[in-house]
């Protein structure tokens, strides 16, 4: 079993910024890649972005391209992801995910694929 818990959400303005961790219980963190995802009200839960085991390899939806990165310190147990110019449509619960068992590079965008999930941390984005 892994325990995943998220952190650094928050209320910010149009166009802030906001640093999001996730914590791994994992003893062999570097075993799984990892993905945040989000659910805003009403909504299906949707794939935001992901990192490879190693850290190499990153994807991110179309949405949040070039705004959000993505990272992970194998190190600590933890994976983040930086939001900047963030809008108000990025409000929702966001939720780390952990997918084990693939090789080295793999990353994937489908919520199936994840085995582990965090409770979820409230990110508010106001106009």
């Known amino acids: 079993q892994v325990q995943l818990v998220e952190s650094g959400g928050g209320l910010v303005q149009a166009g802030g910024s906001l640093r999001l961790s996730c914590a791994a219980s994992a003893r062999t963190f570097s075993a799984y890649a990892m993905g945040w995802f989000r659910q805003a009200p009403g909504k299906e839960r949707e794939f935001v972005a992901a990192v490879s085991r190693s850290g190499g390899r990153t994807s991110y939806a179309d949405s949040v391209k070039g705004r959000f990165t993505i990272s992970r310190d194998n190190a600590k147990n933890t994976v983040y992801l930086q939001m900047n110019s963030m809008k108000p449509e990025d409000t929702a619960v966001y939720y780390c995910?952990?997918?084990?068992?693939?090789?080295?590079?793999?990353?994937?965008?489908?919520?199936?694929?994840?085995?582990?999930w965090g409770q979820g941390t409230q990110v508010t984005v106001s106009s």
């Open positions: 995910a952990a997918d084990l068992g693939r090789s080295m590079h793999w990353i994937s965008s489908a919520r199936a694929t994840y085995d582990y």
